[in-house]
């Protein structure tokens, strides 16, 4: 989590990005099928996933109770007789809470002492469609409520416009509020219409100065999908090599079962290298998604189909 | 956290083999031949082993001369039930095997790739749903292909030898559209990869295909000549490679079966700088890292432009990196085993000879399983067009690296192979894209994407890759036949008046020196003589040069390097021909003069059918056109008629100019060129016909006439390297000369078998298939999607 300065905004690097759709679409759906991971392997990746989910609520209807519950399961994800028949030893939890700037003084409380980090969303979260500076002030007022990291959304219009100097300069200022702590750039990929411009969008982001790039806020028409992610993760691969820096990546939205879990895990492994396999540069945003991998623990260690009933809910 | 991450390993993820072994056990891992609807008993066998253990599966039998006759006896009998079945009931019978071989996919998968080698990745996700497709497509067709082909028949029984990269797939193949046009069957799987065929000989019991109609005989390549040599059998289907496809067109020259050829392969795989390299990477791997690169149309040279060759490698080289080499039963494989030792050999010794000729061998470090056979994805740099490496079929997992400059210099080096399979092109310019597919001489290209197949396109190649397509309707049209259009007299044999009395202008002309027409230039022939012409009553009327070798050399020269003509519009090249039409019948009187003075017969009559010819063959050229394949993806394929290239044709004796006429228009309409020997006997009017080609804008080079001895100039264009196609109507001994003279470079023949032809009451059907034999189609796949 080393934060970096903003990199020079090259206008011709953001316009000659070419994504086949075809292609892409072709490679998510074979690569599923290429890979296969059984048993206890199936049970360790399971365990990673937990440790890389940003457990989310991002509701209306959030309050401080809801908000503490969440975080007592980001502590306790899995039940501990299922982590004691897995011979887990090491201590997990999820690898952050994701939440509105205005629950975060209640998540930070309630996340005391624990490994888990504290998110928060911000600028004008879903849209993007406020004036900057209250995006500013927004990201100041999470940063001093507690929050570690920063879920900011882009303005889209910026980008179906074109207006790639402007959306430079907009993440650039996320970028200088948020200081030494980490940013969270989120494209809203089911709002970009392409995946040239998600393409687009993921360059400007990490020109600007992004710690991760994030394909949704969930409330897109369209939610995370292994096409927009393979884009965005064979972006970050070619930043690596033009600059050295590593940007991770986040996958939010729409992914609320173990075997799509899996599936990124794969994607990662296979597109990035097994260094992104880390919850510094990889997260999933989820919060039904742990249910489901709790389920699945369960039947590995029980030999039986678990019920939804039997595991706390989140 | 860094020390939890080694724990983020696959493991093994083994499919189970034990239903597959089940049922080796139920045969006691022995195998008889399939005939007439049982399983016979296993007689001189051989073993069949797993390549990626060495282990043997079963011992299967090797088909005797003697059980390809009672196959093709029983075959035989079968047909004239099987033609005659409702077109309801056969599409019931295919639907059947479409639908058994899905409830029996899994089996299936496992099945081949235990025999064959391939990752079960491969087998259950591509090969056996493409088997399904393939039976589901021509239930279909058998349901309605009398509708849509009303005057044409099956050829009855017909035999088919298939490889062992895919084998229950290029079983399917070969049997759907055979069964859906009311043919039946006597095939033969590879010597290595019986297995599924044996199983799905069993599905052919469980959906009660009448005995006889499907036979299937295992064995080895002596079995496949047997059965290209039966006399029943009147179409012959092969896949394998280049060198067996000679063979057997060498085996059945004259005999009149018709062949269709799927053979070997050198294809090109080409990227453009303005490309999605990272999905053109994927696309490599699924090119040339498919199936062990055991692949007839794998994209085995890599054409990169220049300026992105390094950045190209380096995300290719990583990509390699992550490619998983073992054991082909684990779902995590991405290579298997290569099928059998003879074959990871030969590979062996291509790569070693290559890198003797200087290529820098690349190789990820992958671990190679010490059982079975092996061998790693292999990267060859520093290649040439000039190495041996760039230009063998190896059939393995091996690439070659090619950088290009211009999209010309692409089509150059793609195209610079002797054969002509498939292209893939990656570029995100559609203009580019576009441009390029019909420049590059191959039966498939495929933009932005690569080894895409269905039911409902055609697959096959040009050049040395063979003839004949497999999927959609051209595929059909294979396995379906005209009925016999031939006639039993003569026109000249049934001339009745006596010649002499006919009536014959009388006055002195000025003295004619007739030249041969090479190059849209009158040229004297080589050798210096003419050889006269004699009328009916043996007057000497005219003189012809005699042309040689060399100056059918110069004619298929000229031929080779016209391109105005094939890049002509359809409408000009209507128009060309329409003009024609119009210089001959200001010349009408002369040339039935001279028709009547050299044949004896109505030489106005021939004249005006030449010029009804003419303008049926102008209507034509631009309304033979190609079709929009429906394939199951987000995209089109283009079925692409394109011309054979050049077409040498040598008419016969009979109505000398109107057949002339016929078979020389009917290959310009659609593009190609033409070298033409006409009539030996009677050559005056065709080779006249100059006269009328240079009045008419006719490009030159396009057509090229030379007159002379019919059989020493045919042999001299039957072996031309630089001639695509042969059209021969003479006698039965030459037809068979020019089919096996053709193997030289494969080219496609259309000969007379020593028939004749009514050339004044052609019926539509032969007027159809002479543009059908001037034509092959090119498959054009475009996905598409922003």
């Known amino acids: ?314 | 956290m860094k020390q939890n991450n080694t724990i983020m390993n696959y493991g093994p993820s083994p499919e189970s083999s034990s239903a597959a072994y089940d049922w080796l056990s139920k045969s006691k891992k022995k195998f008889g031949h399939f005939i007439n609807g049982k399983m016979t008993n296993p007689k001189n066998t051989f073993k069949t082993i797993n390549p990626s253990t060495g282990e043997v599966l079963a011992k299967i039998s090797n088909g005797t001369e003697n059980d390809i006759k009672i196959a093709v006896k029983s075959a035989k009998a079968a047909f004239k039930i099987w033609k005659n079945v409702s077109s309801f009931q056969r599409s019931k019978y295919i639907y059947a095997l479409a639908r058994l071989i899905q409830k029996n996919s899994r089996i299936l998968s496992v099945l081949e790739t235990l025999d064959n080698g391939k990752p079960i990745r491969e087998s259950r996700d591509i090969d056996i749903p493409l088997v399904a497709r393939h039976f589901y497509y021509h239930a279909g067709w058998g349901k309605i292909f009398k509708d849509e082909f009303p005057e044409k028949e099956p050829f009855g029984v017909v035999g088919q030898i298939i490889p062992w990269n895919f084998p229950l797939l290029m079983l399917a193949w070969k049997i759907a559209p055979a069964l859906a046009t009311g043919n039946t069957i006597v095939l033969k799987p590879a010597e290595t990869t019986s297995l599924t065929a044996l199983f799905f000989a069993e599905l052919c019991m469980e959906a009660l295909i009448p005995p006889g109609v499907i036979n299937i005989v295992t064995g080895d390549g002596k079995t496949g000549s047997y059965i290209a040599g039966h006399p029943t059998v009147s179409k012959l289907a092969f896949t394998g490679s280049t060198e067996v496809g000679r063979l057997l067109r060498k085996q059945t020259a004259g005999e009149g079966k018709k062949l269709s050829l799927e053979l070997g392969g050198k294809s090109a795989f080409i990227v453009f700088e303005d490309a999605d390299l990272d999905s053109a990477v994927e696309g490599v791997i699924d090119s040339i890292w498919f199936n062990q690169g055991e692949v007839c149309c794998a994209g085995s040279r890599l054409l990169i432009q220049e300026g992105i060759q390094k950045k190209f490698i380096a995300k290719l080289k990583r990509r390699m990196e992550k490619l998983h080499l073992g054991d082909p039963l684990d779902k995590s494989t991405d290579i298997g085993a290569i099928n059998s030792f003879d074959q990871l050999e030969k590979i062996k010794s291509l790569v070693a000879s290559g890198a003797k000729e200087g290529a820098r061998v690349y190789q990820p470090k992958v671990k190679i399983p010490a059982d079975g056979f092996f061998y790693p994805p292999t990267l060859l740099e520093h290649t040439h067009q000039s190495m041996n490496i760039c230009q063998a079929e190896i059939f393995g997992p091996v690439l070659s690296v090619i950088t290009f400059r211009t999209p010309n210099e692409a089509v150059e080096i793609a195209n610079n192979s002797r054969y002509g399979l498939s292209t893939s092109v990656w570029t995100e310019s559609i203009n580019l894209g576009l441009d390029l597919a019909p420049k590059i001489k191959v039966g498939v290209v495929w933009i932005n994407s690569t080894n895409m197949f269905d039911a409902s396109a055609g697959f096959g190649g040009y050049r040395e890759s063979g003839y004949g397509r497999e999927g959609g309707k051209e595929g059909l049209l294979e396995y379906l036949r005209d009925r016999d259009l031939s006639t039993k007299t003569t026109p000249i044999n049934s001339l009745t008046k006596d010649p002499s009395v006919l009536k014959i202008s009388k006055e002195q002309n000025i003295d004619r020196t007739r030249k041969l027409f090479i190059g849209g230039k009158q040229n004297r022939s080589d050798s210096g003589y003419d050889r006269k012409i004699f009328s009916r009553s043996n007057q000497i009327i005219g003189q012809v040069p005699e042309g040689n070798k060399k100056d059918i050399r110069d004619a298929v020269e000229a031929a080779s390097k016209e391109e105005k003509w094939r890049n002509m519009t359809a409408h000009n090249r209507a128009q060309v021909i329409y003009y024609a039409a119009e210089n001959l019948e200001l010349r009408k009187k002369e040339y039935a003069d001279i028709l009547q003075k050299m044949t004896g017969i109505d030489g106005e009559k021939e004249v005006e059918s030449s010029l009804e010819t003419i303008f049926h063959y102008a209507a034509w050229a631009d309304k033979f056109e190609g079709t929009i394949h429906d394939v199951p993806i987000r995209g089109v394929s283009l079925a692409m008629k394109e011309p054979i290239g050049v077409i040498g044709i040598v008419c016969p004796n009979d109505n000398p100019l109107l057949s002339f006429i016929h078979l020389v228009f009917s290959a310009l309409c659609t593009g190609n060129s033409v070298v033409a020997i006409p009539s030996e006997t009677h050559p005056l009017s065709a080779l006249d016909m100059y006269q009328v080609f240079e009045s008419s804008d006719m490009p030159a080079g396009a057509i090229n006439i030379v007159t002379g001895n019919r059989e020493t100039l045919t042999q001299t264009l039957a072996i031309h390297m630089g001639v695509d196609g042969i059209w021969y109507f003479g006698s039965k001994e030459g037809s068979a000369i020019v089919e096996e003279l053709s193997t030289s470079n494969l080219k496609q023949t259309w000969v007379n078998y020593g028939a004749h032809y009514a050339w004044l009451e052609l019926s539509k059907e032969f007027r159809m298939l002479s543009l059908h034999k001037a034509t092959q189609v090119k498959n054009i796949w475009i996905p598409y999607g922003e």
């Not at chain 1, 759709?21 to 490679?27: D, G, M, T």
């Not at chain 1, 890979?35 to 209306?60: C, E, H, N, P």
């Not at chain 1, 969440?70 to 690898?95: E, F, G, Y």
């Open chain 1, 1 to 314: 989590m080393t934060a970096r300065d903003p990199l020079e905004l090259d206008i011709n690097l953001i316009l000659s990005q070419k994504v086949n759709l075809s292609a892409v679409e072709r490679r998510c759906e074979t690569l599923v099928k290429r890979r296969s991971v059984k048993k206890r392997y199936q049970a360790d990746w399971l365990l990673k996933a937990i440790q890389f989910m940003d457990l989310t609520t991002l509701a209306g209807d959030d309050t401080p109770a809801r908000v503490e519950r969440l975080c007592h399961k980001a502590r306790n994800p899995v039940r501990k007789d299922i982590l004691d028949s897995l011979s887990n030893s090491t201590a997990l939890s999820t690898a952050a809470v994701c939440v509105y700037p205005e629950l975060v003084r209640t998540a930070k409380s309630a996340l005391e002492k624990s490994a888990v980090e504290l998110a928060s969303v911000a600028t004008g979260f879903p849209t993007g469609l406020v004036p900057e500076r209250t995006k500013i002030s927004e990201i100041n007022a999470a940063i001093s409520n507690g929050a570690s990291e920063i879920d900011v959304v882009i303005n889209r219009n910026k980008v179906l416009t074109a207006n790639w100097r402007s959306l430079y300069n907009d993440i650039k200022a996320y970028k200088k509020a948020c200081g030494s702590f980490h940013l969270k750039v989120i494209i809203g990929a089911g709002d970009l219409g392409t995946l040239r411009n998600v393409a687009r969008a993921s360059w400007v982001s990490m020109l600007a100065g992004a710690d991760f790039i994030k394909t949704s806020t969930g409330k897109e028409p369209t939610n995370a999908s292994l096409p927009v992610s393979l884009v965005m993760l064979r972006a970050i691969r070619d930043f690596h090599e033009m600059t050295g820096f590593k940007v991770g990546f986040k996958a939010a939205g729409g992914i609320s079962k173990a075997k799509q879990a899996i599936n990124y895990l794969v994607l990662i492994k296979e597109e990035l290298a097994e260094e992104w396999l880390d919850k510094s540069l990889f997260r999933i945003g989820a919060s039904s998604l742990l249910a489901d991998v709790e389920r699945q623990l369960d039947h590995f260690v029980s030999g039986a189909y678990s019920s939804g009933n039997r595991h706390p809910i989140v």
